[in-house]
């Protein structure tokens, strides 16, 4: 197999596309190459680590973050696919010192172990609340099946989220 030098001048200023976001509430600019994904976008360029790379496939949902009020996969999106976008990350949820009810709800619920998946978790729960799904356990369940949780705290999780629910502070 032949070695080739790395070719730096793909890599250029050139070749990078101006992406604007207004991610949690503050306009932000990135200059990026076209195939970054916002996952990477967002930890890599704005330094938000809070929004986690698992599986980097679509499969865990621990990326998941909120766009346009909608939750999606930021793993699976290309950064300049959301220019103009508004994105919301788990460090954006809560108001100043003032969590998020979803926030307090798996704090009261004891929602994670790990924590690794929590904020892919908390993100898809106010998303799913936001688009008036979860109206059931069982629709909780199903709509967060694609967050997974390898230590076991699904049935806190879906507590706090009827919690939230119910109580109608999913906003």
């Known amino acids: 197999m032949m070695q080739t030098e790395p070719q730096d001048h793909l890599f250029t ?3 990078t596309c101006a992406v604007n976001l207004k991610v949690n509430g503050e306009d932000k600019k990135l200059f ?9 976008g967002l930890r890599d360029h704005l330094h938000l ?5 698992g599986c980097d ?8 973050v909120i766009c346009d009020g ?15 976008s508004e ?3 788990v460090e954006g949820v809560a108001q100043g010192d003032n969590l998020h009810p979803i926030q307090q709800a798996f704090i009261d619920h004891d929602a994670f172990q790990c924590g690794y998946c ?9 998303g799913l609340i936001k688009e008036g799904k979860a109206n059931s356990r069982e629709e909780v369940k199903e709509l967060m099946s694609g967050n997974l949780c390898r230590c076991g705290a699904n049935v806190g999780i879906i507590d706090a ?8 502070s999913g906003e």
């Open 13 to 15: 200023k050139q070749n």
């Open 49 to 53: 680590t809070g929004t986690k790379k």
């Open 161 to 168: 989220i009827m919690q939230v629910k119910d109580g109608g």
């Open 32 to 40: 990026i190459l076209p195939w970054v994904s916002l996952l990477d």
């Open 118 to 126: 929590t904020p892919g978790q908390i993100c898809s729960a106010i």
């Open 87 to 89: 994105i919301t990350t």
């Open 57 to 64: 496939h679509g499969q865990c949902g621990a990326c998941t």
């Open 70 to 84: 909608k939750r999606i996969l930021s793993c699976l999106t290309l950064a300049v696919m959301k220019n103009g």
